[in-house]
């Protein structure tokens, strides 16, 4: 379905309703060239979990050949079932506007807005100007996403460089804003200035248990990209569960899956769950709680922060908490992949992930 | 409306009453910390009320023998007078000892007093924590409000750490009026309005996730915490914030909100990990009130300690906020009261 710039607003609305995850990418043995299979494996594993949407996470250690490649196999396995996007937290302004042609083409229906670690702008202009460069270039949605990664902190004490959002809404194909920390003070402004003009969405695990209120005073309707496979698995799809009961006015149903999930959020939400505040994610630890809940998994390439044992257990323990078993492999198993692993011992990929299916 | 009255009315008393902040008092002591310092305790509570704090708890869990917590709260009740609150931390080592003080804090002037359970309380069900609860309540004319914490280790009872159905039971008392939600969970903030608002004047100490709550509760009020980390008596942020909130003038409390966001973010950053050990920094906590004019000075072993990589950071926080301290650090270890009297003037001279 190709949907044109100025029909985007609209189409987010009928859209953009569920959960968005992030999906990172597979490598082969050597880390030298993509995976295909096990990314091909990460979006049924997304479908399986009822996501509605997955979004690649390019700022991977990714070429910009690659990252299109990555991009393509994504939509082409996700055809019809899922819809695509994908961040814009590239290198530079160019490369930016070479992965929106490429994703337009490739299937993507929308992207993250994001802005290259060397962009320091002077004033909001600046900013409006750049993220209408990038607006104007495609027909794709774009999501606002407000993050203390892009230092805008000059601009407004939240970070949040309000003067130039304000305008930067106003563009027709600019559909949501993804809320991306948990200052709940910054969350309540944005929801209050943009709340009607585009649909801002959770983007932090710290507002899940806002959402109801987020919902019956802003109409929320969807979990912008994240780990929310931290939470459920496609047997137990715990917070697919809880949104779906939210939307349907269902507010108690909702609180008994929250507090159901609640454990492991109180062990995952310590010091173990580290990312946003370092302006970095950890892509290893990503992988790995999709994996711990039949993911691909396998290593990432450097830059990346530690994955350790300590946070492996932790992980495992979550899930026994809210009643999830984690996987019987050994956890050397997740450095390799299953998709890989399941190349090793002659098996079909296809096969393999049916036969591991959670 | 006045503050003596009787259990019966304590809850319209409190919608009348709970309007604004409340800040911590810590008590003061002499140079050596072997005796209440009586003079440094009343600048605090004087400042206090510069603040504009609509009332003041007194944090008794602070090193006080049984004797010192009742001088303690007397001192303060006694400067208060009679148009501020001043209220109490149930939190001592036994039901008998909280019994003792909350008689004593009545006869002294307090208005009501914070549910805390001791480190040895291991109720069996919720109908231990509720005779706990019902049983200070019923023991006083005072206000009582529960206090939402995960200090208790209830939670085997919920997963949030609130045993909902001890504390529902406890909501229907006469005499108790509010609630205190600790936490910073979301989910747990959202529960405790949905189920206590209709009886309890609850409120998060979240301050900036107030103006989202009042879009769906009549959140009237913040605390007990040290907003004196936010603000001083001629820059009152955070107070201005919660009057703008309440006459509804949301756009010029967020306006306050983010005029203070610099010092909350830093006193978040050096008090948010410490929250899960279950104890507060005094000391600390005394520094904030000391840089816009509190009276400072340690409290008593076991207290945590005092970096000066800490202070600076505090400091910084304050002086963004337009809130500036011209005295040196050192001065803050004694305390304005010791200060004054080691100089030879007098205390007053201090404020």
Known sequence: MSVGRHERKAWARDALVGLENAIMPSFSADMKSLDEEGIRWDVRQAIAQGFFSTMCAVETGLTTEEAKRFISIVCDEAKGQLLVSFTLLNNSFAESLELLAHAEAAGCSHALLGYPASFRPRSPDEIYEKTAMLAESTNLGLVMYVSDKFDFGRFHPSQVPFEAYDRVADLPNIVSLKVGFGDPATAYECFERYGERMLVNVGTPWLIGLFPLLREKYGAQWFGGGAWEMWQSPDRPYLVDYHRHVMAGEYDQARAIYWRIAPATQIMMGSIARGGDAGMYHWPFGKYVSWSVGGNGGAMREPAQRLNPMMMQSRRMALRAIGIEPPDEDDSQFWIGRARAARANGEAVATAQLRSAW | ?351
Not at chain 2, 102 to 116: F, I, N, Q, R, V
Not at chain 2, 164 to 192: H, Q, R, S, T
Not at chain 2, 209 to 218: C, G, T
Not at chain 2, 306 to 329: E, T
């Open chain 2, 1 to 351: 409306m006045t503050n003596r009255v009787g259990a019966g009315d304590r809850k319209s008393w409190a919608r009348e009453h709970f309007n604004g902040i409340e800040n911590v008092l810590m008590p003061s002591f002499n140079p050596d910390l072997t005796e209440l310092d009586e003079e440094g305790i009343r600048i605090d509570v004087r400042q206090s009320k510069r603040h504009g704090f609509f009332g003041s708890l007194c944090s008794v869990e602070t090193g006080l023998t049984p004797e010192e917590k009742v001088r303690f709260v007397e001192i303060a009740c006694d400067e208060a007078g009679n148009d501020y609150g001043i209220s109490i931390s149930l939190a001592g080592d036994t039901l008998e000892g909280d019994l003792e003080l909350l008689a004593a804090a009545e006869k002294a002037g307090a208005t009501h007093g914070l549910l805390s359970f001791p480190q040895a309380f291991v109720p069996k069900s919720q109908d231990d924590i509720y005779d706990y609860g019902r049983r200070l309540a019923e023991s006083t004319n005072m206000g009582i409000y529960l206090f939402v914490s995960d200090k208790f280790g209830f939670g085997r009872f919920h997963p949030s750490g609130v045993p909902f159905d001890a504390y529902e039971k406890l909501a229907d008392l006469p005499n108790v009026v509010a609630m205190k939600v600790g936490g910073m969970d979301a989910g747990m903030i959202y529960e405790c309005f949905e189920r206590f608002s209709d009886r309890l004047l609850v409120t998060s100490v979240n301050i900036g996730l107030i103006p989202l709550l009042r879009k769906s509760y009549d959140v009237r009020w913040t605390g007990a915490w040290t907003a004196e980390a936010l603000q001083g008596p001629d820059q009152p942020h955070a107070v201005n914030m919660m009057k703008a909130l309440l006459e509804n003038r949301t756009d010029e409390a967020m306006g306050h909100y983010w005029r203070m966001a610099p010092a909350l973010r830093t006193m978040m950053a050096i008090m948010a990990p410490l929250m899960p050990t279950g104890a507060y920094h005094w000391p600390l906590l005394k520094y904030q009130q000391w840089l816009s004019g509190g009276n400072g000075g340690l409290t008593r072993q076991p207290a945590m300690r005092v970096f000066q990589h800490n202070l600076q950071m505090i400091r910084g926080g304050l002086a963004a906020v337009g809130v500036q301290c011209p005295d040196p650090d050192e001065d803050f270890f004694l305390g304005r009261s010791n200060v004054a009297r080691l100089r030879g003037g007098q205390a007053q001279a201090a404020e």
